[in-house]
């Protein structure tokens, strides 16, 4: 082994705790503004002051009403009133906003005035036009006395020459603006923002909008943390995804690194063969790698470096490790040097309902969806492990679990670190099984206000989650083996079912299969597989509805396969489809997605368990979704189960 390679094994082999991790990196930093450039109003918004602002003028420049009416003197109609009336006489302007006034009112007189207008000489208050009347031969009859000063906007009573106008670290929006072109400023001095590159590496990376070919998946850490990056302040330069190509790969990082103020790779952290990124990371500049492996679950294979004065870091491969590691330890750097708070305000405090398990001696990240109950924001896992990027799609956050805890006790209080800044709370919570069915519903509902949210939890975790009253609606496919009833059997006294739809279930295989090609119906293609050893099934986990089916075909027996127990029909018919098994059973919808042979089996009961009591009044609202989405549901595929 070479030494160079020792050093980097030594490196990844040396797991150190966040803390420890962080405290190198930052150490290794100026944790500081890049810099400042002045930026004109126009393309202001979103920036962050570099310096504080004053006011270089009055605002507003001289005194000017606040009303249309009349200027005078108060003194002159202190004893105005409906029935006795004080007589001024015009002077012969009008003073609208832009003019200049040239006469002095004196005593006894009047001048009309605009909003906005300029307050003449000798005036000291404006009385509303509505409380005057005028009279061609007689002059102006004020009803109603004014006190001195009222309706009037002195000169700087908005904002005073000299007086603060803005605060160094104010992020820029319209009000902001607003002050600035108030004040006559055309331009301020911002916090320059870092360009930070973006490079994806994988041979496997393909990027979106182009065909996916066998074993590839797409880019998604690329798009996901540039996006990050430029809601933290920063300009993300993409490079696109990188092969795992020694020469190609080092060209690109040195030219990002001489390019940019940060480098941010994804992939190929671990030790895989291919994997080679933080090598060329360990030669680009001083004092390199400062932590490679941190004790992070998911996130352990986070790479931080410091090159010449730049932070270059790798993240886990996996987009959800990826983007802890980076809204954790990575954002909070980046925001400094882009001149703003280190966290952004955006944390919830919550309840967590359920006991979440965690390994002692790794700070574990976990993904959160919010919702609210009538005690408060409750906090619920999306345990999907550190490959799902469509948990991203539920979660509104994540909270952390200190290394020393050995699980978060359910009930716990947590502050949950959101992904995006502001979060809207769904007016109607969903957990339970779910189905594309289930969309259709939720457009619907969308179309009338009402934003539903759906966690997929599988039939007995929404059902628990109704008990407890953390969500809405709990959709539920349920077979109870004894009675040969789906679903009502496993209500408990409080709830009632709201009827939703069918779906046929049937033996699924390819059209092609010229071993399944005599057989229609599901007994004889049982027969034909179960009498080759080399037709694999696919199966289903324990505890779906479509699980106790295929033990009740099986009866007793376990085929090839049958250990293979994906968790949805979209996983059974893409084995299928893919040719790592030969038949299962799925509903028709997936498999017709994937143009497969399909035999009718035995339809299964998608329906809905909600509170007796149910408080929340979009409840109602779905049912009636429910009922009116006939159409759609048919035309998915679905028999909706109430003849609508
Ligand atoms: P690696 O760290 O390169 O060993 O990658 C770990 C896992 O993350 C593998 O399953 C990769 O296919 C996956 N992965 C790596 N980079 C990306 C990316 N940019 N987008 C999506 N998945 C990725
Ligand atoms: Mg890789």
Known sequence: MNPSAAVVQDQFLKVLSREEAVARFRAALRLQPLGAETVGLDRLAGRTLAATLAAPVDAPPFDRSVVDGFAIRAADIAGASETGPVWLALNGETIACGTEPRLVVSAGHATPIATGGPIPRGADAVVMIEHTRFEADAGLAVTRPVGPGQNIAFAGSDIARGETLLRRGTVIGAREIGMLAAVGADNASVWRKPRVAVISTGDELVPPGTPLRPAAIYDSNGPIVAAALEENGCVAVRFGAIPDDAALLEATIREAHAACDAVILSGGTSKGAGDLTYR?????????????????????????AVCDGKPVVILPGFPTSAMFTFHDIVAPVLRILAGLAERPEVTVDARVPVRIPSDLGRTEFVMVALSRDPDGAVAFPIGKGSGAVTAFSQADGFLTIDALAEALPAGSAASVTLFAPHVAMPTLSIAGSHCVGLDAVISALADRGVTARSLALGSLGGLAALKRGECDIAPIHLLDP???????????????????????????????????????????????????????????NQGAGTRVLIDGLLGGQQP?????????HNAVVAAIAQERADWGIAIAPAAAALNLAFIPLAEEHYDFAVAREAQNPAVVLFEAAVGEAGDALRALGFTPATGN
């Open 280 to 304: 060329m990371v360990e030669t680009l500049g001083e004092p390199g790698i400062v932590a490679h492996g941190v004790a992070l679950k998911p996130g352990k294979p986070l790479c931080l």
């Open 560 to 568: 090839p396969g049958y250990w293979n127990q994906p968790r949805s």
């Open 482 to 540: 004894a009675s040969g009833l789906y679903n009502t059997p496993f209500l408990s006294a409080t709830m009632r079912l709201v009827p939703g739809w069918r779906r046929m279930q049937g033996l699924v295989h390819r059209p092609g299969d010229s071993r399944f090609a005599g057989a229609t119906s599901p007994a004889e293609a049982l027969a034909v597989a179960l009498a080759d050893s080399d037709c694999l099934m696919v199966n289903r």
